[in-house]
Structures are given as C-alpha cells and as structure tokens.
T-cell receptor, first 112, second 112 residues
Framework: ETGVTQTPRHLVMGMTNKKSLKCEQHLGHNAMYWYKQSAKKPLELMFV???????ENNSVPSRFSPECPNSSHLFLHLHTLQPEDSALYLC???????????FGSGTQLSVL | DAKTTQPTSMDCAEGRAANLPCNHS???????VYWYRQIHSQGPQYIIHGLKNNETNEMASLIITEDRKSSTLILPHATLRDTAVYYCIVRANNQAGTALIFGKGTTLSVSS
C-alpha cells in the first residue's frame, strides 16, 4: 500500500465512450502525475500538477483531459479514444515536483 | 538530467546476490542516483537513492563509484518476488516543475 489509490483497476471501453480514471492520494503531497505505459514500452509522462495547477503537458492528444480539483485528487477524463490508447495508466504523487514518487497500482485500459 | 545506461536484462539465482549496474558518466555534482523497480503490471516502487556515499536500507544497497560515473544496486539475497524491471534515474532533488523520466531499465529474472 503506497497511499495512492487508483480506480478502476481495469476498464474496457468502446471508442465512442466517455470514461474517467480517478486517483486519490493520502500522503499530503502537493504534486500529482499521470504516466502512460503501453505494452513493453517505457513509462511516458503525460501530465504534471503542482499545487493543483498543471505545470507540464507532454504533447498529449486532447482526447485525454486531466483535472485536479484539489491536492488529493486527480482525474483523467477519456473520450473518443483509439485502440492504440490501450495501456496501463499510472498515477503518482510526490511532496513537491522532482521529489521521490509514490505510484498507484494503475488502471489497465482496453479500448475496443 | 544526466543520461543513464543499463543492461537490457540480467538473470540471478534465488538466494544469490543480484548486482545491477548503471552508467551515468555525465552526472552533475548536484544530481542524485535513484532506483525504482516495477513488478509486472504494477506501479513502480522506490528502492533507494544516493548522492555520493554508499547507502543501504531494508530493500537494497547502493554503491556509487568515487568519480560518481557509475553505480550498482545490490539485492543481497534475491527472491522470486524480486523479478522486475529496475530503473536507474539521475536527477537533482527539488528540481521544481519537472518530473522523473523513466528509461527502459534492466529486466531482472530471478529463478529457483
């Protein structure tokens, strides 16, 4: 148990669906992150939030929309995804950006 | 952040020490060496980090050469549960506004 909880653990969605991934951290951290890991590929950084403001967006398509309503919660809203978006989506938090990361268990997403 | 080079894969017998090398010849004076590992389909887990002195915790030991251009992560008595991808990352602490970037890492396979 890392103190970072992601739901759902698994998600199957069609290309026309809208879904959201949720991340919650109980560590009192001020920075939160979304990473994507496709099969047999390194982790790719998607978004970084620091003190609830987005500070990094690594050229992610607009069909992925992050939201950070407070320092404990992070969402990733998904719409009109493509099959190549199927991947493990990982949330992480840290005390401040650049500090040690604590990861959740991830959401395994399959887009049909 | 300085670039790191790790072997693609390594094998280790259960109960023996696993020594995972990492080269970081362009490391700067204020950059730390971090190690994370990722067990299949889970989020990465922090193992250890150090600046120039050797470090040890309940999970592993980190040996950094005197010139800081390379380091070795040591798992003293590897178990089957240590089978994972191990990532060596170099970065400065408190580097505000940026996040850890993961490379391909070393896939460690522990067998009985």
């Amino acid at each position: 148990e890392t103190g970072v909880t992601q739901t759902p653990r698994h998600l199957v969605m069609g290309m026309t669906n809208k879904k959201s991934l949720k991340c919650e951290q109980h560590l009192g951290h001020n920075a939160m992150y979304w990473y994507k890991q496709s099969a047999k590929k390194p982790l790719e950084l998607m978004f970084v939030y620091s003190l609830e403001e987005r500070v990094e967006n690594n050229s992610v398509p607009s069909r992925f929309s992050p939201e950070c309503p407070n320092s404990s919660h992070l969402f990733l809203h998904l719409h009109t995804l493509q099959p190549e978006d199927s991947a493990l989506y990982l949330c992480a938090s840290s005390q401040l950006t650049g500090y040690r990361l604590f990861f959740g268990s991830g959401t395994q997403l399959s887009v049909l | 952040d300085a670039k790191t080079t790790q072997p693609t894969s390594m094998d280790c017998a259960e109960g023996r020490a696993a020594n995972l090398p990492c080269n970081h010849s362009t490391i700067s004076g204020n950059e730390y060496v971090y190690w994370y590992r990722q067990i299949h389909s889970q989020g990465p887990q922090y193992i250890i980090h150090g600046l120039k002195n050797n470090e040890t915790n309940e999970m592993a030991s980190l040996i950094i050469t005197e010139d800081r251009k390379s380091s070795t992560l040591i798992l003293p008595h590897a178990t089957l549960r240590d089978t994972a991808v191990y990532y060596c990352i170099v970065r400065a602490n408190n580097q505000a506004g940026t996040a850890l970037i993961f490379g391909k890492g070393t896939t460690l396979s522990v067998s009985s």
